[in-house]
């Protein structure tokens, strides 16, 4: 079944220019919030035991009048290596929240 039946929502398909402007709008959330993609630290070489702040906008809420994300704060830490001698990170997350932008 699908979702648009389970529901009961009318749905439009988009074509033409409503289509192509809901790919823009798609892009740029994938590239603001790296959809598929895996989050890189500091190299832990860099860091040699010490922390970096990392902040992180994990979803978002756009309206014509304003852009909410929420965000993840924390620190990256160089951790122990893992098996192969590949460096490790530790994070700890601080804080998160809704964020207007």
């Known amino acids: 079944m699908e979702a648009r039946d389970f529901i009961g929502l009318p749905v439009t398909f988009a074509e033409g220019e409503l289509e192509s402007a809901l790919w823009d709008l798609f892009d740029s ?6 959809f ?3 989050v890189k630290f500091p190299p832990a070489s860099t860091l040699r035991g010490a922390s970096a702040p990392i902040e992180l906008e994990a979803a978002a809420i756009e309206s014509a009048e304003r852009l909410d994300t929420f965000t993840f704060e924390g620190t990256v830490t160089a951790a122990a290596a893992r098996k192969g001698g590949e460096p490790d990170h530790e994070v700890e997350i601080t804080d998160r929240q809704w964020r207007k932008r």
């Open 36 to 38: 598929g993609k895996a």
């Open 29 to 34: 959330y994938d590239t603001a919030l790296r």
